[in-house]
């Protein structure tokens, strides 16, 4: 099966196929959402096919009976392809191909072509080429034979075609290549880490299921500007901006790529020196949508992808978003979270709290300190400006009388 289409106008008509192994309705909700990734790639879905089964095949996927139900779907709705909504192994990818005569990808195919299509920033370029390279490399033998057929569509941006088409030595190597240049990056981030803590400014990193509002609630609270739609992974590359609080205080706020559900670990490896920003923070804002139903199995996710990723032991500040598009008022409980926040990002409700909180939580860092401060130790007083909470100062006949919070550290030094 030849395809001579232009990869830019190519409209891959698609069939998604799942396994439903546990709760009732789970299946065909992570459909759903396999239904969202196939059109934010680009792709109209024409059919699904759920069967019901404790495992998947491990030659096939689906068992020989569904197998046919799949091929007449094709069939029947002209599809360009099928979307299986787990990672497919090699032998399963390449008997599929065989047995539906079509274009066969994965849940990890998709969701690597729609990063490979919003990586704007070299480190995100690198990261995307990086997990797609080392998915392929894993499928490499699988996938030699269907590469005749892929003109185009999902699963071909980034690396593409080319790339699948060197030996595995070269693939390494590239693999070698990127790892490099991504390590450089780590340095740079490391440095910028180590600038921002010599300058005492805490950091507030943004985590959540994709689509949550991560990126409206940055802009929301820092005017950043970054890109958001009601899309999944609407944005790819981390941005971080600054938030002047009410009080004077400062707090650095980092946006982070969004979780989901089987997320491919290749992602989580590439993307590890960016959701390090995760890990070094003071905060963490969790932001769920609670519009959402599957909004408990997201929380779960996003939970579940902190601990393979060991950021512990952080204050979490859970910020339940979307509150205007709840229809009636809702009880919302996260007991893993140390604070909880209604909020709709869209509309600012609930921000003035959630900023009032973000105070307090710094606030709490930090000691209260009542001093005069001798003339000639003025440059105390900068420092209180600089990297504390100076709350009055009144100049007298000993000196500057000043009432502040000072971090902890440098509490010392006052006296």
Same mark, same amino acid.
């Given at each position: 099966m030849e395809y001579d289409f232009d990869d830019q106008k190519l409209q891959e008509r698609v069939v998604l196929v799942g396994i439903s192994s546990g709760e009732e309705g789970e299946g065909e909700t992570s459909l759903e959402e396999l239904a969202q990734l196939a059109e934010t790639a680009g792709a109209e879905t024409v059919g699904r096919v759920l069967q019901n089964r404790e495992s998947a095949h491990p030659a096939t996927y689906l068992g020989k009976g569904k197998l046919e139900e799949v091929k007449w779907k094709v069939w029947e709705t002209e599809a360009t392809g099928i979307i299986c909504d787990d990672e497919l192994s090699p032998a399963q990818l390449r008997n599929m191909e065989e047995a539906l005569e079509t274009k066969v990808m994965d849940r990890t195919m998709v969701i690597l072509d729609i990063f490979a299509s919003r990586a704007n920033t070299k480190e995100g370029k690198i990261q995307v080429e990086l997990a797609q390279l080392r998915f392929l490399a894993v499928r490499l033998a699988g996938m030699r034979k269907s590469l005749s057929r892929l003109g185009g569509g999902i699963g071909t941006r980034g690396p593409g075609e080319t790339k699948l088409e060197t030996d595995r030595r070269r693939l390494h190597a590239r693999i070698g290549q990127l790892k490099a240049e991504?390590?450089?990056?780590?340095?740079?981030?490391?440095?910028?880490?180590?600038q921002r803590s010599k300058n005492q400014i805490p950091v507030a990193a943004i985590v959540g299921y994709t689509n949550a509002g991560k990126s409206t609630l940055l802009n929301q609270l820092t005017d950043a500007g970054s890109l958001a739609e009601d899309k999944l992974f609407a944005t790819l590359d981390?941005?971080?901006?600054?938030?002047?609080?009410?009080?004077?205080?400062?707090?650095?706020?980092?946006?982070?790529?969004?979780?989901?559900?089987?997320?491919?670990?290749?992602?989580?490896?590439?993307?590890?020196?960016?959701?390090?920003?995760?890990?070094?923070?003071?905060?963490?804002?969790?932001v769920a949508?609670?519009?959402?139903?599957?909004?408990?199995?997201?929380?779960?996710?996003?939970?579940?992808t902190l601990r393979q990723l060991q950021i512990q032991d952080k204050v979490i500040v859970?910020?339940?978003?979307?509150?205007?598009?709840?229809?009636?008022?809702?009880?919302?409980?996260?007991? *893993?979270?140390?604070y909880q926040v209604k909020v709709s990002a869209k509309t600012g409700e609930g921000l003035?709290?959630?900023?009032?909180?973000?105070?307090?939580?710094?606030? *709490?860092r930090r000691v209260y300190l009542e001093k005069?401060?001798?003339?000639?130790?003025?440059?105390?007083?900068?420092?209180?400006?600089?990297?504390?909470?100076?709350? *009055?100062?009144?100049?007298?006949?000993?000196?500057?009388?000043?009432?502040?919070?000072?971090?902890a550290e440098l509490f010392a030094m006052f006296f």
């Open positions: 991504l390590g450089e990056v780590k340095r740079h981030r490391q440095v910028a880490r180590q981390p941005i971080t901006r600054n938030l002047r609080l009410k009080d004077g205080q400062e707090l650095l706020v980092t946006d982070t790529v969004g979780f989901i559900r089987k997320l491919p670990h290749h992602l989580v490896e590439a993307f590890r020196s960016t959701l390090e920003e995760a890990r070094h923070s003071d905060i963490i804002l969790h949508d609670c519009s959402n139903p599957q909004m408990e199995m997201q929380m779960y996710v996003v939970y579940e859970t910020v339940f978003n979307k509150a205007d598009k709840l229809l009636e008022e809702t009880a919302l409980r996260d007991f *893993s979270s140390d003035d709290e959630l900023k009032e909180i973000l105070a307090g939580i710094l606030r *709490s005069v401060i001798p003339y000639q130790e003025g440059g105390k007083l900068q420092v209180i400006r600089k990297k504390g909470q100076l709350l *009055s100062e009144e100049y007298t006949e000993e000196g500057i009388a000043v009432k502040a919070y000072v971090p």
